[in-house]
Each structure stands twice: as C-alpha cells, then as structure tokens.
C-alpha cells in the first residue's frame, strides 16, 4: 500500500466510448503525475500537476484529457482511443516537482486497459 | 538526445550479488533514482543519488559517477523476492522532465 489508489483496476472500452480513470493519493503531496506502461517500452511521463495546476503535457494526443480538481485527486478523460493505447496507465505522486523530492515517486498499482 | 542505457535482462543465483547498470546522457543532470517492479505491480522508489558515491540502504547499494554519467544498483544477498524489473531515472536539465530507462528484468535462480 503506497498511499496512492487508483481505479478502477481493469478497464475494457470501445474505440467509441468515454471513460475516466481516477486517482487519489493519501499522503498530501503537491505533485501528481499520469504515466503510460506498454510491454517492452520505458515508462512514459504524460501529465504532471504541481499545486493542481498542470506543468507538463508530453505531446500527448488529445482524446487524454487531465483533470486535477485538487492535490489529493487526479483523473485522465478517455474518448476514442485507438487499440494502440492499450497499456497500463500509472498514476504518481510526490512532494514536489522539483529537485531531491521529484525523484521519490509513489506510485498508484494501475489501470489496464484494452481498447477493443 | 537524451537516453537511459541499462541492460535488459540479468540472471543471478539466490543468496548472490548482483550489479545493475545504467548509463544516461541528457542536458544536464540533476541526478539518478532506482525504482523496482513486481510483476502486476507498481513501482517502487529505492533510491536517488545526486553526488558521486555509494548509497547503502539495507541489501541494497545504488552508486552513482556524474564523470562517466554512469550508475548502478547494487544488490546483495539476493532473495527470491528480488525477481523483478528495476528501472533508473533521471530528469534531464535541458526540459526538466523525468525519463525512464526501459528497464531491467531480474531473474533469480534458486
């Protein structure tokens, strides 16, 4: 248990539907991050949020949409994804962006999700 | 560019040691951190080093050369629980993002 949830845990959609995925972190840091895990690539940054404010977007296509409500609570929109962005999709948190405290990440366990 | 370098796939005996390594190259550095993934898991912080030297935490050792831009993770006594991916990290100074290297698979052989 890392203080960082995720859900749900598994997640199948059409190419045509919208869903969310939401993440939740119990350890009052001030940055959130969504990250993308295929097989045999290197984990992906997408988003990050210091203070709920977004910092960095990865050239990420646009059908991901971020939302960060507040510095507990992060969600990622999905609509019309492609079969290619079948992976799993971690969430993070740490006490900062910046410096020493960037580095030390939590980690939520993730949502697999297969786009069909 | 900037790039991750580790190898992916190690094979070690249980009870043994074992060396990790990662080699990076980015636009400046600020430094390098270690993180392990169970199969099914998440992953898990282990280390962060930001000067030259060794960094011991319990069985683990992470070690870091900013000369050669290269580090490793050291583990000994090696459990069974070991087997999994371990991956180094750096934030690269240029555009201040983390990268991740791909990953390096740990198999322990009883």
């Known amino acids: 248990e890392t203080g960082v949830t995720q859900t749900p845990r598994h997640l199948v959609m059409g190419m045509t539907n919208k869903k969310s995925l939401k993440c939740e972190q119990h350890?009052?840091?001030?940055?959130m991050y969504w990250y993308k895990q295929s097989a045999k690539k290197p984990l992906e940054l997408m988003f990050v949020y210091n203070f709920k404010e977004q910092t960095e977007n990865n050239s990420v296509p646009s059908r991901f949409s971020p939302e960060c409500p507040n510095s507990s609570h992060l969600f990622l929109h999905l609509h019309t994804l492609q079969p290619e962005d079948s992976a799993l999709y971690l969430c993070a948190s740490s006490q900062d962006v910046r410096g020493r405290r960037s580095y030390e990440q939590y980690f939520g366990p993730g949502t697999r999700l297969t786009v069909t | 560019g900037q790039s991750l370098e580790q190898p992916s796939e190690v094979t070690a005996v249980e009870g043994a040691i074992v060396q990790i390594n990662c080699t990076y190259q980015t636009s400046g550095f600020y430094g390098l951190s270690w993180y392990q993934q169970h199969d099914g898991g998440a992953p898990t912080f282990l280390s962060y080093n930001a000067l030259d030297g060794l960094e011991e935490t319990g069985r683990f050792s992470s070690f870091l050369s900013r000369s050669d831009s290269y580090g490793y993770l050291l583990l000994q006594e090696l459990q069974m629980k070991d087997s999994a991916s371990y991956f180094c990290?750096?934030?690269?100074?240029?555009?201040?993002?983390?990268?991740f290297g791909k990953g390096t698979r740990l198999h322990i052989l009883p």
């Open positions: 990290a750096v934030r690269d100074g240029r555009d201040d993002k983390i990268i």
């Open positions: 350890l009052g840091h001030n940055a």
